[in-house]
């Protein structure tokens, strides 16, 4: 029409959309609505790129506990490699590709690789007081395969949601292990106590003490979760589904270590946390109704221990002439110790057999400089889950999984007085998995809501 504007739009189209792309963000906006004057729709909220999730370590996660399966039906190929080993290297591998990156300036991961280089240098050392070392370069290489769960978590775990990841995988296996123990109870049971009686679960190639330390690990950690995170319905199932089952597994292996380092590290979570007070009579109560609920046959077993010299069972007075004989080694070679993995060879131990006891087999095997390593790496776990206890808020996954790793801490120290929990990787790998969760805490970006 004579008079009217041109339409630049439709006679330079290519113009029209450069300009509209290049207008700033606010006036994508849409037009307002009819009737509605001067009332826009908001433009939609970005997208945050999702962080990569490292599928493989989950997996290795769940199989880590399952011996009956990865030793029974999955494929060892040989020279002391098997399926876990290339799962944790996988698991390492996708953790890398992925751009994983530690903690920095974490105490823990320093004195872990000091620890792991001096094993691997105590290791040389017992190559010249042993005459048959063949297998400690396997046994060496599964015990640093779970501690070094705590980098690949680490490196894997960008934010919350895989921090709930990494729990949620460690608690796919519980029920199925459960069901393991109850069959294997089942089969076994009896009133009365006897050492027949006694079941290592899913542990195929470990005994009953070292499959019931994993369960007060694991138990502990969830008891935390459950008590002082604020969390839905279905995560509170599914936690106290979880602790059930692993009470399931310290009651029937009957290890008296697992009922006592369970019973002191529930009781320290307790105490430590900041709503304590809620729990004072439903425990005084528990602490009155527990020994009429437990079966007769558990009771019995905390009985027959006595440290009475002349009434000691001989599993006590056995341990005891072990520690003995460990301590006389060790004041013969003070520095180094005779190596790793050597007191157990009878040119050190007449017995061949273990310590049953860490700490005085470290002083034995690594002398000094080895119980300072052992020593640095407890004191950095314990003053990092006591860091994160103090800055962190109530209610949160920071500050339950600190809680939950200051107990588990407590019960590993006390189940260590009494045998090695340390060393064999199913037994610690998942301790390892929740420390590197409480390291990695406050490099997090701010928590989402709990769901």
């Known amino acids: 029409m004579p008079g009217a504007r041109p339409d630049s739009g439709s006679r330079f189209p290519l113009a029209a959309r450069a300009l509209r792309g290049a207008m700033p963000t606010a006036s ?6 009819a009737g509605v004057p001067g009332k826009a729709i908001p433009a939609a909220r970005p997208r945050t790129a999702r962080a990569p999730r490292n599928w493989a370590l989950y997996l290795f996660l769940i199989l880590l506990p399952l011996q009956n399966i990865t ?4 494929p060892n190929i040989g020279g002391g490699f098997n399926f876990l080993n290339i799962m944790f290297l996988v698991s ?4 890398m590709a992925q751009g994983g990156k530690l903690a920095p300036g974490e105490t823990v991961n320093t ?4 620890y792991a280089v001096y094993m691997v240098l105590s290791m040389l050392v017992g190559f010249h007081f042993v005459e048959d070392p063949a297998n400690h370069f396997n046994q060496l290489k599964d015990h640093l395969v779970g501690l070094f769960v705590v980098f690949v978590v680490q490196m894997s775990v960008r934010d919350w949601n895989g921090v709930r990841l990494v729990v949620l995988a460690t608690l796919v296996p519980l029920p199925y292990i ?9 089969s076994v049971a009896s009133t009365h106590y006897t050492d027949d009686l006694r079941i290592s679960g899913t542990f195929a190639l470990l005994g009953a003490n070292e499959f019931a330390a994993f369960c007060v690990t694991v138990a502990v950690v969830l008891f935390a979760l459950l008590l002082a995170c604020r969390l839905s319905r279905r995560w509170r199932i599914i936690l106290a589904g979880g602790i059930a089952c692993m009470v399931v597994g310290v009651l ?3 290890s008296r270590t697992a009922y006592i380092s369970l019973i002191m590290g529930m009781v320290v979570v307790i105490m430590v946390w900041r ?4 729990l004072i009579l439903p425990l005084m109560l528990a602490v009155v109704l527990l020994p009429a609920v437990l079966p007769k046959s558990v009771v019995e077993r905390f009985d027959s221990t006595t440290v009475e010299e002349g009434k000691r069972d001989e599993s006590t007075e056995l341990r005891i002439e072990y520690w003995k004989i460990a301590w006389a080694n060790f004041l013969r070679n003070p520095v180094v110790g005779t190596g790793y993995h050597t007191f157990h060879h009878r040119e050190i131990n007449p017995y061949g057999r273990d310590t049953h006891n860490l700490y005085i087999r470290m002083l034995s095997e690594g002398g000094v400089l080895g119980a300072i390593v052992l020593l640095g790496i407890l004191i950095a776990v314990l003053r990092t889950s006591l860091r994160e206890l103090t ?8 500050y339950a999984l600190a809680l939950g790793l200051m107990g588990a801490w407590v019960s590993m120290v006390i189940s260590n007085l009494f045998g090695d929990r340390f060393t064999y990787y199913p037994v610690v790998a998942y301790f390892w998995a929740y420390v590197a969760l409480v390291v990695k805490a406050r490099h997090l970006p701010p928590e989402e809501p709990n769901r």
């Open 178 to 186: 459960a069901k393991v123990v109850w069959n294997q109870h089942v």
């Open 111 to 114: 004195w872990t690789m000091l």
């Open 28 to 33: 994508h906006a849409a037009p307002p609505r």
């Open 275 to 278: 709503g304590r007070m809620k």
């Open 252 to 254: 029937y292996a009957y």
């Open 92 to 95: 390492l591998f996708v953790a």
């Open 391 to 398: 800055h962190s808020q109530s209610g949160t996954w920071r």
């Open 71 to 74: 030793a029974g039906y999955l």
